[in-house]
């Protein structure tokens, strides 16, 4: 039997644990930096399966290990995030989140389960691969500074490099069955900028005495949509946004000090460079202008997710090889942000999406609403293809 049909049939045997897996994880989520029994539960599983493993990475992180028949060949990794986000569940489900308060609306709980299925069907058939397989279970994706960084300080691999990583996300925008790949830059970087305005309050009906903080955040919101519109190249993608201006004076005060934050989001990491600092100068100078100073802290986040180009195509053709040419599409570029961009940062990777709407979840929101959730047919395609690439990879 060739591998194809293989890993379609231990999908079909373990498909069933797969689902409880996954119900589990759903309906008790941890949030970012608190995936102790997320982490857990993962070990427990490993040890079942007597694949040996190291945790508490980089918080609770663990990193899995299955040697093939020559495991000295190569090595890939495999990741899945396990944190879940703070918003209160709204599904009807058995299996609703019994945490109050927190959900997997972003399908990490599907990430995990589709690697732990992954994980078992690997197992099974390592005389036939090549090389070693890493299992990277990660944690605080949702989070600054972001777990993947945390990991790769933490010396996660300690001499078992990775000569390719692969990552895989639930996707609401493709249907059960498929599978979406894109090479090069595919998510922005994303850097959180937070200002304070700081000058003289008093009373509004005299603002010849003081400096006009609330006018001079204003000003500074609109001047900032310079830095975009005339100061970055316009064939690479940016958007700066604000969403949070806190004035709090009144109806007859002027603050001493105004607090504006938001987000930067590039997907080039050069003009990533260029924005900061026009950010500083364009802070400065407007706080200037208005008599007044402008505190400014740019959080350095996550950087950009690139697809290695020969990879991603390499993946793509054994997902055409196991699902079908029709089943795999390209799939469209994101200005959302991924801390698994460290990893694209420093080896070369691929990171993939997977349809989760099916018939059973049409009604269902999208990622990070209270409504999120998968149709478990999903898991089915998201288990068999990880498989299949990473043998194919290991051949």
Do not use: W
């Not at 493993?53 to 990794?77: C, F, H, M, Q, V």
């Not at 830095?227 to 604000?242: A, C, E, G, Y």
């Not at 049409?362 to 293809?385: C, M, Q, R, W, Y």
């Amino acid at each position: 039997m060739n591998a194809e049909n293989k890993i379609k049939q231990e999908v079909e045997t373990i498909y069933p644990e797969i689902i409880e897996i996954y119900r589990h994880l759903h309906q008790y989520p941890e949030l970012s930096y608190h995936e102790k029994k997320t982490s857990g539960f993962i070990r427990d599983f490993l040890d079942n399966e007597n694949i040996p493993y190291r945790s508490d990475i980089g918080g609770y992180g663990i990193l899995a290990r299955i040697e093939g028949k020559n495991p000295s060949s190569g090595t890939i990794a495999l990741r899945a995030d396990m944190d879940a986000l703070p918003i209160g569940e709204e599904n009807d489900i058995p299996y609703k989140s019994q945490n109050e308060g927190i959900m997997h609306a972003c399908g990490h709980d599907t990430h995990i389960a589709s690697l732990l299925g992954t994980a078992k069907i690997l197992k099974n058939m390592r005389d036939e691969f090549s090389g070693t397989i890493l299992l990277i279970f990660q944690p605080g994706e949702e989070q600054h500074p972001g777990g993947a960084l945390l990991m790769l300080e933490d010396h996660i691999f300690e001499g078992c490099e990775p000569e390719l990583i692969i990552a895989q996300h639930s996707f609401m925008d493709l249907p059960c069955g498929t599978v979406g790949f894109r090479s090069g830059t595919v998510m922005a970087s994303a850097d959180e900028v937070h200002l304070v305005m700081k000058g003289k309050g008093g009373h509004a009906a005299m603002p010849h005495l003081l400096n006009d903080t609330v006018l001079a955040a204003s000003q500074l919101i609109v001047s900032m949509q310079q830095v975009v519109s005339r100061r970055s190249n316009p064939f690479k993608p940016m958007v700066l946004s604000f969403g949070k201006f806190i004035a709090a004076g009144a109806t007859n005060i002027i603050p001493n000090e105004v607090y504006i934050s938001g987000t930067l989001r590039c997907m080039d990491e050069e003009e990533r460079a260029k924005a900061k600092e026009s950010i500083l100068e364009t802070a400065a100078g407007t706080a200037k202008a208005y008599g007044c100073v402008c505190d400014i802290e740019i959080k350095h986040g996550y950087p950009t997710v690139v697809n290695h180009p020969e990879i991603t195509e390499k993946a793509a053709r054994f997902a055409e090889e196991f699902l079908g040419k029709e089943k795999v599409v390209e799939y469209p570029v994101r200005m959302t942000s991924e801390d698994f961009g460290f990893f694209s940062q420093k080896y070369p990777s691929v990171f993939y999406r997977f349809g989760v709407r099916g018939k059973n979840n049409l009604s269902n929101g999208s990622l990070h609403t209270p409504t999120f959730l998968i149709d478990e047919e999903a898991l089915k395609t998201s288990v068999g293809t990880l498989a299949y690439i990473a043998v194919q990879f290991s051949a």
